[in-house]
């Protein structure tokens, strides 16, 4: 049981670049959730799904885009890297009805 | 959508002493309160929960205060040691689908 996996954990990108970070959960959660960490703002939502072919934006969801094909999984796009998404990215899940969440290991971002 | 504020920002104690961080939220209907311990370079991890229902709750020498009047929430740490530095996070969420709103982070160092 692996929990929240996330993949890649470092990146290094240059302006103008794409990418996608992929979010894995083994738990069968409903929710998942992107956030992102900046120093002194703590974790920050970006978009969110409620279940499998959902998704919603959060709290700063410019520049991003996500897509959850499989309960599974929820993928964070990066169309047009800028260096202000040089941040750290976590995903999380959350079972239907359930409170706790549970957090992936993060993706340590650079866009240069 | 829910704002949460925590204080301070940063917070020293000697080994043994008490730490408290307390946090505010504005969202009347917020039902769920975690807190989150992140260790440098980790994924946050949760230490302990409230809910609305409960004023306090204690798990060895951490517990968590709610004030629902007030909007207000503290983490209380007792007998401090080395390993309790980290960053710790106050959350607000209302049960199930809504993601988590994270406060700003508290920083503590403990002194040996």
């Known amino acids: 049981n692996a929990g929240v996996t996330q993949t890649p954990k470092f990146r290094v990108l240059k302006t103008g670049q794409s990418m996608t970070l992929l979010c894995a959960q083994d738990?069968?959660?409903?929710?998942m959730y992107w956030y992102r960490q900046d120093p002194g703002m703590g974790l920050r939502l970006i978009h969110y799904s409620v279940g499998e072919g959902t998704t919603a934006k959060g709290e700063v969801p410019d520049g991003y885009n996500v897509s959850r094909l499989k309960k599974q999984n929820f993928l964070l796009g990066l169309e047009s890297a800028a260096p202000s998404q040089t941040s750290v990215y976590f995903c999380?899940?959350?079972?239907?009805?359930?409170?706790?969440?549970?957090f992936g290991q993060g993706t340590r971002l650079t866009v240069v | 959508g829910e704002n949460v504020e925590q204080h301070p920002s940063t917070l020293s104690v000697q080994e043994g002493d008490s730490a408290v961080i307390k946090c505010t939220y504005s969202d009347s209907a917020s039902n769920y309160f975690p807190w989150y311990k992140q260790e440098l370079g980790k994924r946050p991890q949760l230490i302990i929960d409230?809910?609305?229902?409960?004023g306090e709750k204690k798990d060895q020498r951490i517990a968590v205060t709610l004030n629902k009047t007030a909007k207000h929430f503290s983490l209380h740490i007792t007998e401090t040691q080395p390993e309790d530095s980290a960053v710790y996070f106050c959350?607000?969420?209302?049960?199930?689908?809504?993601?988590?709103?994270f406060g700003s982070g508290t920083r503590l160092q403990v002194q040996p």
């Open positions: 999380a899940s959350r079972e239907q009805g359930g409170d706790e969440a549970f």
């Open positions: 409230i809910r609305s229902n409960v």
């Open positions: 959350a607000a969420s209302r049960t199930g689908r809504r993601a988590l709103t």
């Open positions: 738990m069968n959660h409903e929710y």
